[in-house]
């Protein structure tokens, strides 16, 4: 390996843009003298990347954004490799935005540049015949879960679990009281944290039969403070529209962000779908999970779905800890049960957060620096 290393990276969104920055740091720490190149955030950029174009040029959604903007991704990424072809890294690293990395990586493992791709694919989960194009893409898989390296190895993909860097961040016992302080929600009371979704289309489905839930809780307990962590501007305009038309007399404490606090101060946690579900459990918390899409979506995911489970908490544990409810089973009746039941039971709580802790421990692997440690023996190699 050069004494200058060279290192290649592509990160297509925001999650991937502090990724990457975590795994550029870690690599920082272990070589002195790198020279990063490819797409980026923010995050990234300010530890030295020189993004190609803006990396919002890939933020695309849905099935009908991408199909009109086909044309300038793959210019993009066509662009991109003749850049990487006629300058070789070390090493390339596609980060999460498999659509995009793994055509990209499958061309560069072909012109003999050494490949990394950081975050698997659902590929375990559906769409499992995508390993057969993941094996001539990747040189090296990093996973963040323990459970995905199963499926790489009975296809003979090199495979490596750096841990989730979350869960590095997360403190082993969070600190409640602090964050109902923050909020200005110390009282007595209940609280209920209600988390519809970052997207619009979830919030459209979701918030409607998540708030009717918050209502009936709030008629259970009169002094129970219903928290909704907006994700951006947009969503808290939508939620408080929806509240205007159908909710007017519900009490809400909105926020922009800082989903993390209000899960913190929560006694229970009522949620969409998604990466919210792995901070809940890092903060120990009681929740139940729920999600509908649109009708023909739903009709075709669910049948290629292969995964027992769709929340992260219980496919880490293994089996069924957070109540899952899906498509026609989110209604008010079904989640204010499941509410009800966490809020009033203390009868298993111990033993959810015992599991909980045990699988904190498993992810806890320094992430970053493991990544980092990972893609440097992969050079070396």
Not at 66 to 74: I, Q, W, Y
Not at 107 to 125: D, E, N
Request: hydrophobic letters at 40%; aromatic letters at 6%.
């Amino acid at each position: 390996m050069a004494d200058t290393l060279h290192v290649a990276l592509l990160a297509g969104e925001a999650s991937g843009d502090t990724l990457g920055a975590g795994l550029m740091q870690g690599l920082l720490a272990q070589h002195n003298d790198i020279i990063f190149t490819g797409i980026g955030g923010p995050k990234m950029e300010s530890l030295g990347l020189k993004s190609m174009v803006p990396m919002e040029r890939l933020s695309v959604m849905g099935l009908i954004e991408p199909l009109k903007r086909l044309p300038e991704l793959l210019r993009i990424r066509k662009n991109l490799y003749e850049a990487l072809v006629d300058n070789p890294p070390d090493v390339f690293i596609g980060i999460d935005s498999p659509d995009f990395n793994l055509g990209l990586e499958v061309k560069l493992r072909q012109a003999s540049i050494p490949t990394v791709h950081y975050v698997s694919p659902s590929v375990w989960a559906w769409r499992q015949g995508r390993i057969r194009k993941i094996k001539k893409a990747v040189d090296l898989m990093l996973t963040l879960f323990p459970f995905e390296n199963k499926f790489y190895q009975q296809h003979d993909v090199p495979v490596q679990c750096v841990g989730h860097p979350l869960a590095d961040e997360f403190e082993m016992q969070p600190d409640s009281e602090s964050a109902r302080q923050k909020l200005g929600l110390s009282g007595q009371g209940k609280i209920l944290a209600v988390l519809p979704g970052s997207r619009g289309g979830e919030v459209s489905r979701l918030a409607p039969v998540f708030l009717e839930t918050a209502r009936r809780c709030k008629e259970l307990w009169p002094d129970t403070d219903i928290v909704i962590p907006c994700a951006n501007k947009e969503r808290m305009v939508q939620i408080q529209a929806i509240q205007q038309r159908d909710f007017r007399n519900l009490a809400l404490t909105l926020t922009e962000g800082d989903s993390r606090t209000v899960m913190s101060a929560a006694d229970c946690i009522l949620m969409a779908s998604g990466t919210a579900s792995l901070e809940g459990m890092l903060l120990k918390k009681p929740m139940v999970v729920a999600y509908k899409m649109a009708p023909i979506s739903y009709a075709i995911i669910s049948r290629m779905l292969k995964a027992p489970y769709v929340s992260l908490p219980n496919l880490l544990a293994g089996k069924e800890i957070v109540p899952e409810l899906l498509q026609d089973a989110v209604t008010p009746d079904s989640l204010f049960e499941n509410v009800k039941q966490l809020m009033d039971s203390e009868d298993n709580r111990q033993e959810v957060i015992d599991t909980w802790n045990s699988i904190h421990q498993s992810l806890q692997r320094d992430a970053n620096k493991t990544a980092a440690a990972a893609v440097l023996d992969l050079c070396q190699r």
